[in-house]
C-alpha cells in the first residue's frame, strides 16, 4: 500500500511539473481549436445536421395540415437552438427535395409521388453484367435496366430459381404493380404464375404472339422477309433456300416469298432437327452447294454465321454465295468474323423494351381498364457483306 501511494505522488508531481512549464501553451492551443469562427461553423453545421434530422424523422410533426413548415422561430425555440440553425437545417432538407422554399414565404413540404414498383422476371440475374461476350441477353438486360431508370421505375429482378424457392406462389409477386416477363420462362409453372398475376403485365423478347394473359410485344418478321426477299429478287437471286427449326419461321418465310410473288419451285425449306448452334450449322453446310444466285435464308444468326464460316473456308468470296439471319446476333457482341459480315433481319431490342414497358406503364396509370395490346415492332434489313451487298455484284 505504501509503495502505490508513493508512486501516485511521484506522477502528480511531474504532472504539476509539466503543468507549470507548459501549461500556458496548452490553453492557447485549446482556445485557438475550440474557439474560433471556424470551429463554431463546424459545430453549427453539426447542430443543423442534427436538427435537419430530427424535422426529416417527424416532418408531420412540425408542418401545418396545408403542408407549410412551422416557422423559424417555433422551430428554433421547440429546439433551443438559434434561428440561424433552423435556416441552416431548412437548406439542408431543401436541398434533399423534401422541402420547397421561395422568398417571403414558409418552406413547405413537398408530396411525395408514389414511384411504380415492377417485378422483372428475367432467366438470369444480369443485374452487373456488361454488354459483350457471346451472348446478347446481358446486353438485352442493361437497355432493360436504363429503360426503368429513365421512367423512374422501383423494380426487382426474379430468375427462375427465385420462383422456385418461393413454390411457385404467387405471393412472390405482392405488392408490385406491375409485371415483366421474358418468354425463356417456358415451363408451365412460371407461365401460370404470370397468367395468375393480377395487374397489368407485359411479355417481352418473344418471336410470335401466344394465348398468354398480358400485353405483348413482338418484332413483325413478316414486313422483314418481304424487304429481305424483294432485295433479293431485285439482286439477281433465282432460288431461296429457307434454313428454319420452327416450323413458326418457315410459315413466315413462306408467305413473305408469296408476298413477292415468288413461284413454288423457285424456294424450298429445310427443317433443321439439329439445335441452331453455329457448330451445327458449319458441319452442315461443308457439304452444300454453293450457287451465286441462290440465298440461304436461315431463320437464326447463329446458323447463319456457322454458314458463312464455312463458305469461307471452302474458298468462297463474299458475292459467291448470300447467306441471311435473323436477330443481327453480331451487333450484341458475337463478331466471329473481324468486322460485322453477316446480312440480317434486325430488331431494335431498346425499342421493343421501351414501347413494352411504356404500355405497362400506361396500363398502370389508367387503373388497367385499357384492353390488353399487341405492340408489333418492325424488323429491318442490314445488308452486309454476306448476302445482297451491292458492291458484291453478280457476274
Not at 414498383?117 to 459483350?132: E, R, V
Not at 404493380?177 to 398475376?197: E, K, M, T
Not at 454465321?305 to 471452302?314: I, N, P, S
Amino acid at each position: 500500500m505504501l509503495q502505490f501511494q508513493e508512486q501516485l505522488c511521484f506522477l502528480l508531481t511531474v504532472f504539476l511539473l509539466l503543468l507549470l512549464k507548459y501549461g500556458e501553451k496548452f490553453a492557447t492551443l485549446y482556445r485557438e481549436y475550440f474557439f474560433t469562427e471556424k470551429a463554431i461553423m463546424k459545430h453549427s453545421d453539426n447542430l443543423a445536421w442534427q436538427i435537419a434530422g430530427k424535422i426529416r424523422n417527424g416532418l408531420d410533426l412540425y408542418a401545418t395540415a396545408d403542408g407549410s413548415l412551422f416557422s423559424g422561430r417555433r422551430l428554433a425555440a421547440e429546439f433551443g437552438v438559434s434561428h440561424q440553425t433552423v435556416c441552416r437545417a431548412i437548406q439542408l432538407l431543401a436541398g434533399e427535395n423534401l422541402l420547397e422554399c421561395k422568398r417571403g414565404t414558409r418552406a413547405v413540404v413537398r408530396k411525395k409521388s408514389k414511384r411504380i414498383n415492377l417485378a422483372c422476371m428475367i432467366s438470369t440475374d444480369y443485374t452487373n453484367a456488361k454488354p459483350g461476350g457471346y451472348s446478347d441477353v446481358p446486353y438485352q438486360v442493361k437497355i432493360l435496366l436504363d429503360e426503368l431508370e429513365r421512367c423512374q421505375c422501383e423494380y426487382r429482378i426474379f430468375n427462375f430459381y427465385d420462383l422456385q424457392h418461393a413454390n411457385f406462389s404467387p405471393r412472390i409477386f405482392a405488392g408490385f404493380d406491375g409485371l415483366i416477363a421474358a418468354r425463356a420462362f417456358s415451363d408451365i409453372n412460371s407461365r401460370q404464375l404470370v397468367n395468375d398475376f393480377p395487374g397489368p403485365k407485359v411479355w417481352l423478347w418473344n418471336n410470335e404472339a401466344a394465348t398468354d394473359s398480358g400485353n405483348q410485344v413482338i418484332p413483325d418478321f413478316l414486313a422483314g422477309y418481304v424487304e429481305l426477299f424483294d432485295r433479293a429478287r431485285r439482286h439477281g437471286i433465282r432460288k431461296c433456300v429457307l434454313h428454319c427449326s420452327r416450323k413458326f419461321f418457315a410459315n413466315i418465310m413462306t408467305d413473305a416469298l408469296e408476298l413477292n410473288n415468288w413461284a413454288p419451285q423457285d424456294f424450298s425449306v429445310v427443317m433443321h432437327n439439329a439445335p441452331e448452334t453455329q457448330l451445327a450449322a458449319y458441319k452442315y453446310a461443308l457439304n452444300l452447294p454453293v450457287e451465286k444466285t441462290t440465298l440461304h435464308a436461315c431463320a437464326s444468326d447463329m446458323f447463319a454465321c456457322g454458314f458463312a464460316e464455312a463458305f469461307l473456308d471452302r474458298n468462297f468470296k463474299p458475292g459467291e454465295f448470300h447467306v441471311s439471319g435473323t436477330g443481327d446476333i453480331e451487333s450484341c457482341g458475337f463478331m466471329p468474323f473481324d468486322k460485322p459480315f453477316l446480312t440480317t433481319l434486325h430488331t431494335d431490342r431498346r425499342e421493343v423494351i421501351s414501347k413494352g414497358l411504356d404500355c405497362l406503364i400506361r396500363k398502370i396509370t389508367d387503373g388497367g381498364n385499357s384492353p390488353e395490346e399487341i405492340i408489333r415492332i418492325r424488323t429491318g434489313l442490314v445488308v452486309r457483306d454476306s448476302a445482297l451487298n451491292e458492291d458484291a455484284t453478280l457476274n
